[in-house]
């Protein structure tokens, strides 16, 4: 199965302004986390992939449970501040659809 490619005008946009959505998008509740994490019971020996991770903003916050945590991220400079802003996570080129 081919990669399904991000639409030109997202790439693009994203890519450029990853900076910016860093800055201005706001984090997740960590009292939302924290019941995600509860009740998908991420912890020491669980996997959680982050998929369209982003800048890394759950990423961040699903580190602290001890599960695995694996991201995966289409646009190239999205990935770029994600893994400078969440070293030691791997980061992926990925799309929703081409995933099994």
């Known amino acids: 199965m081919a990669p399904v490619p991000v639409h ?3 790439a693009r946009g ?3 302004g990853a900076d910016a959505y860093e800055r ?3 984090s997740y509740p960590p009292d939302a986390v ?3 994490a509860e ?3 991420l912890r020491p020996g669980a996997t959680v992939l982050d998929l369209a991770a982003g800048t890394g ?3 961040r916050l699903l580190v602290p449970t001890g599960a695995r945590v694996l991201a995966a991220e289409p646009v190239e400079g999205m990935r770029r501040a994600l893994a400078a802003g969440v ?3 791997p980061a992926v ?3 929703a659809e081409a995933l099994p």
């Open 57 to 59: 903003k759950l990423t």
């Open 14 to 16: 994203f890519g450029a």
């Open 8 to 10: 030109d005008v997202a």
């Open 34 to 36: 924290g019941w995600l």
């Open 87 to 89: 070293p030691g996570v």
């Open 39 to 41: 009740h998908l019971r």
């Open 93 to 95: 080129a990925a799309v």
């Open 24 to 26: 201005a998008r706001p």
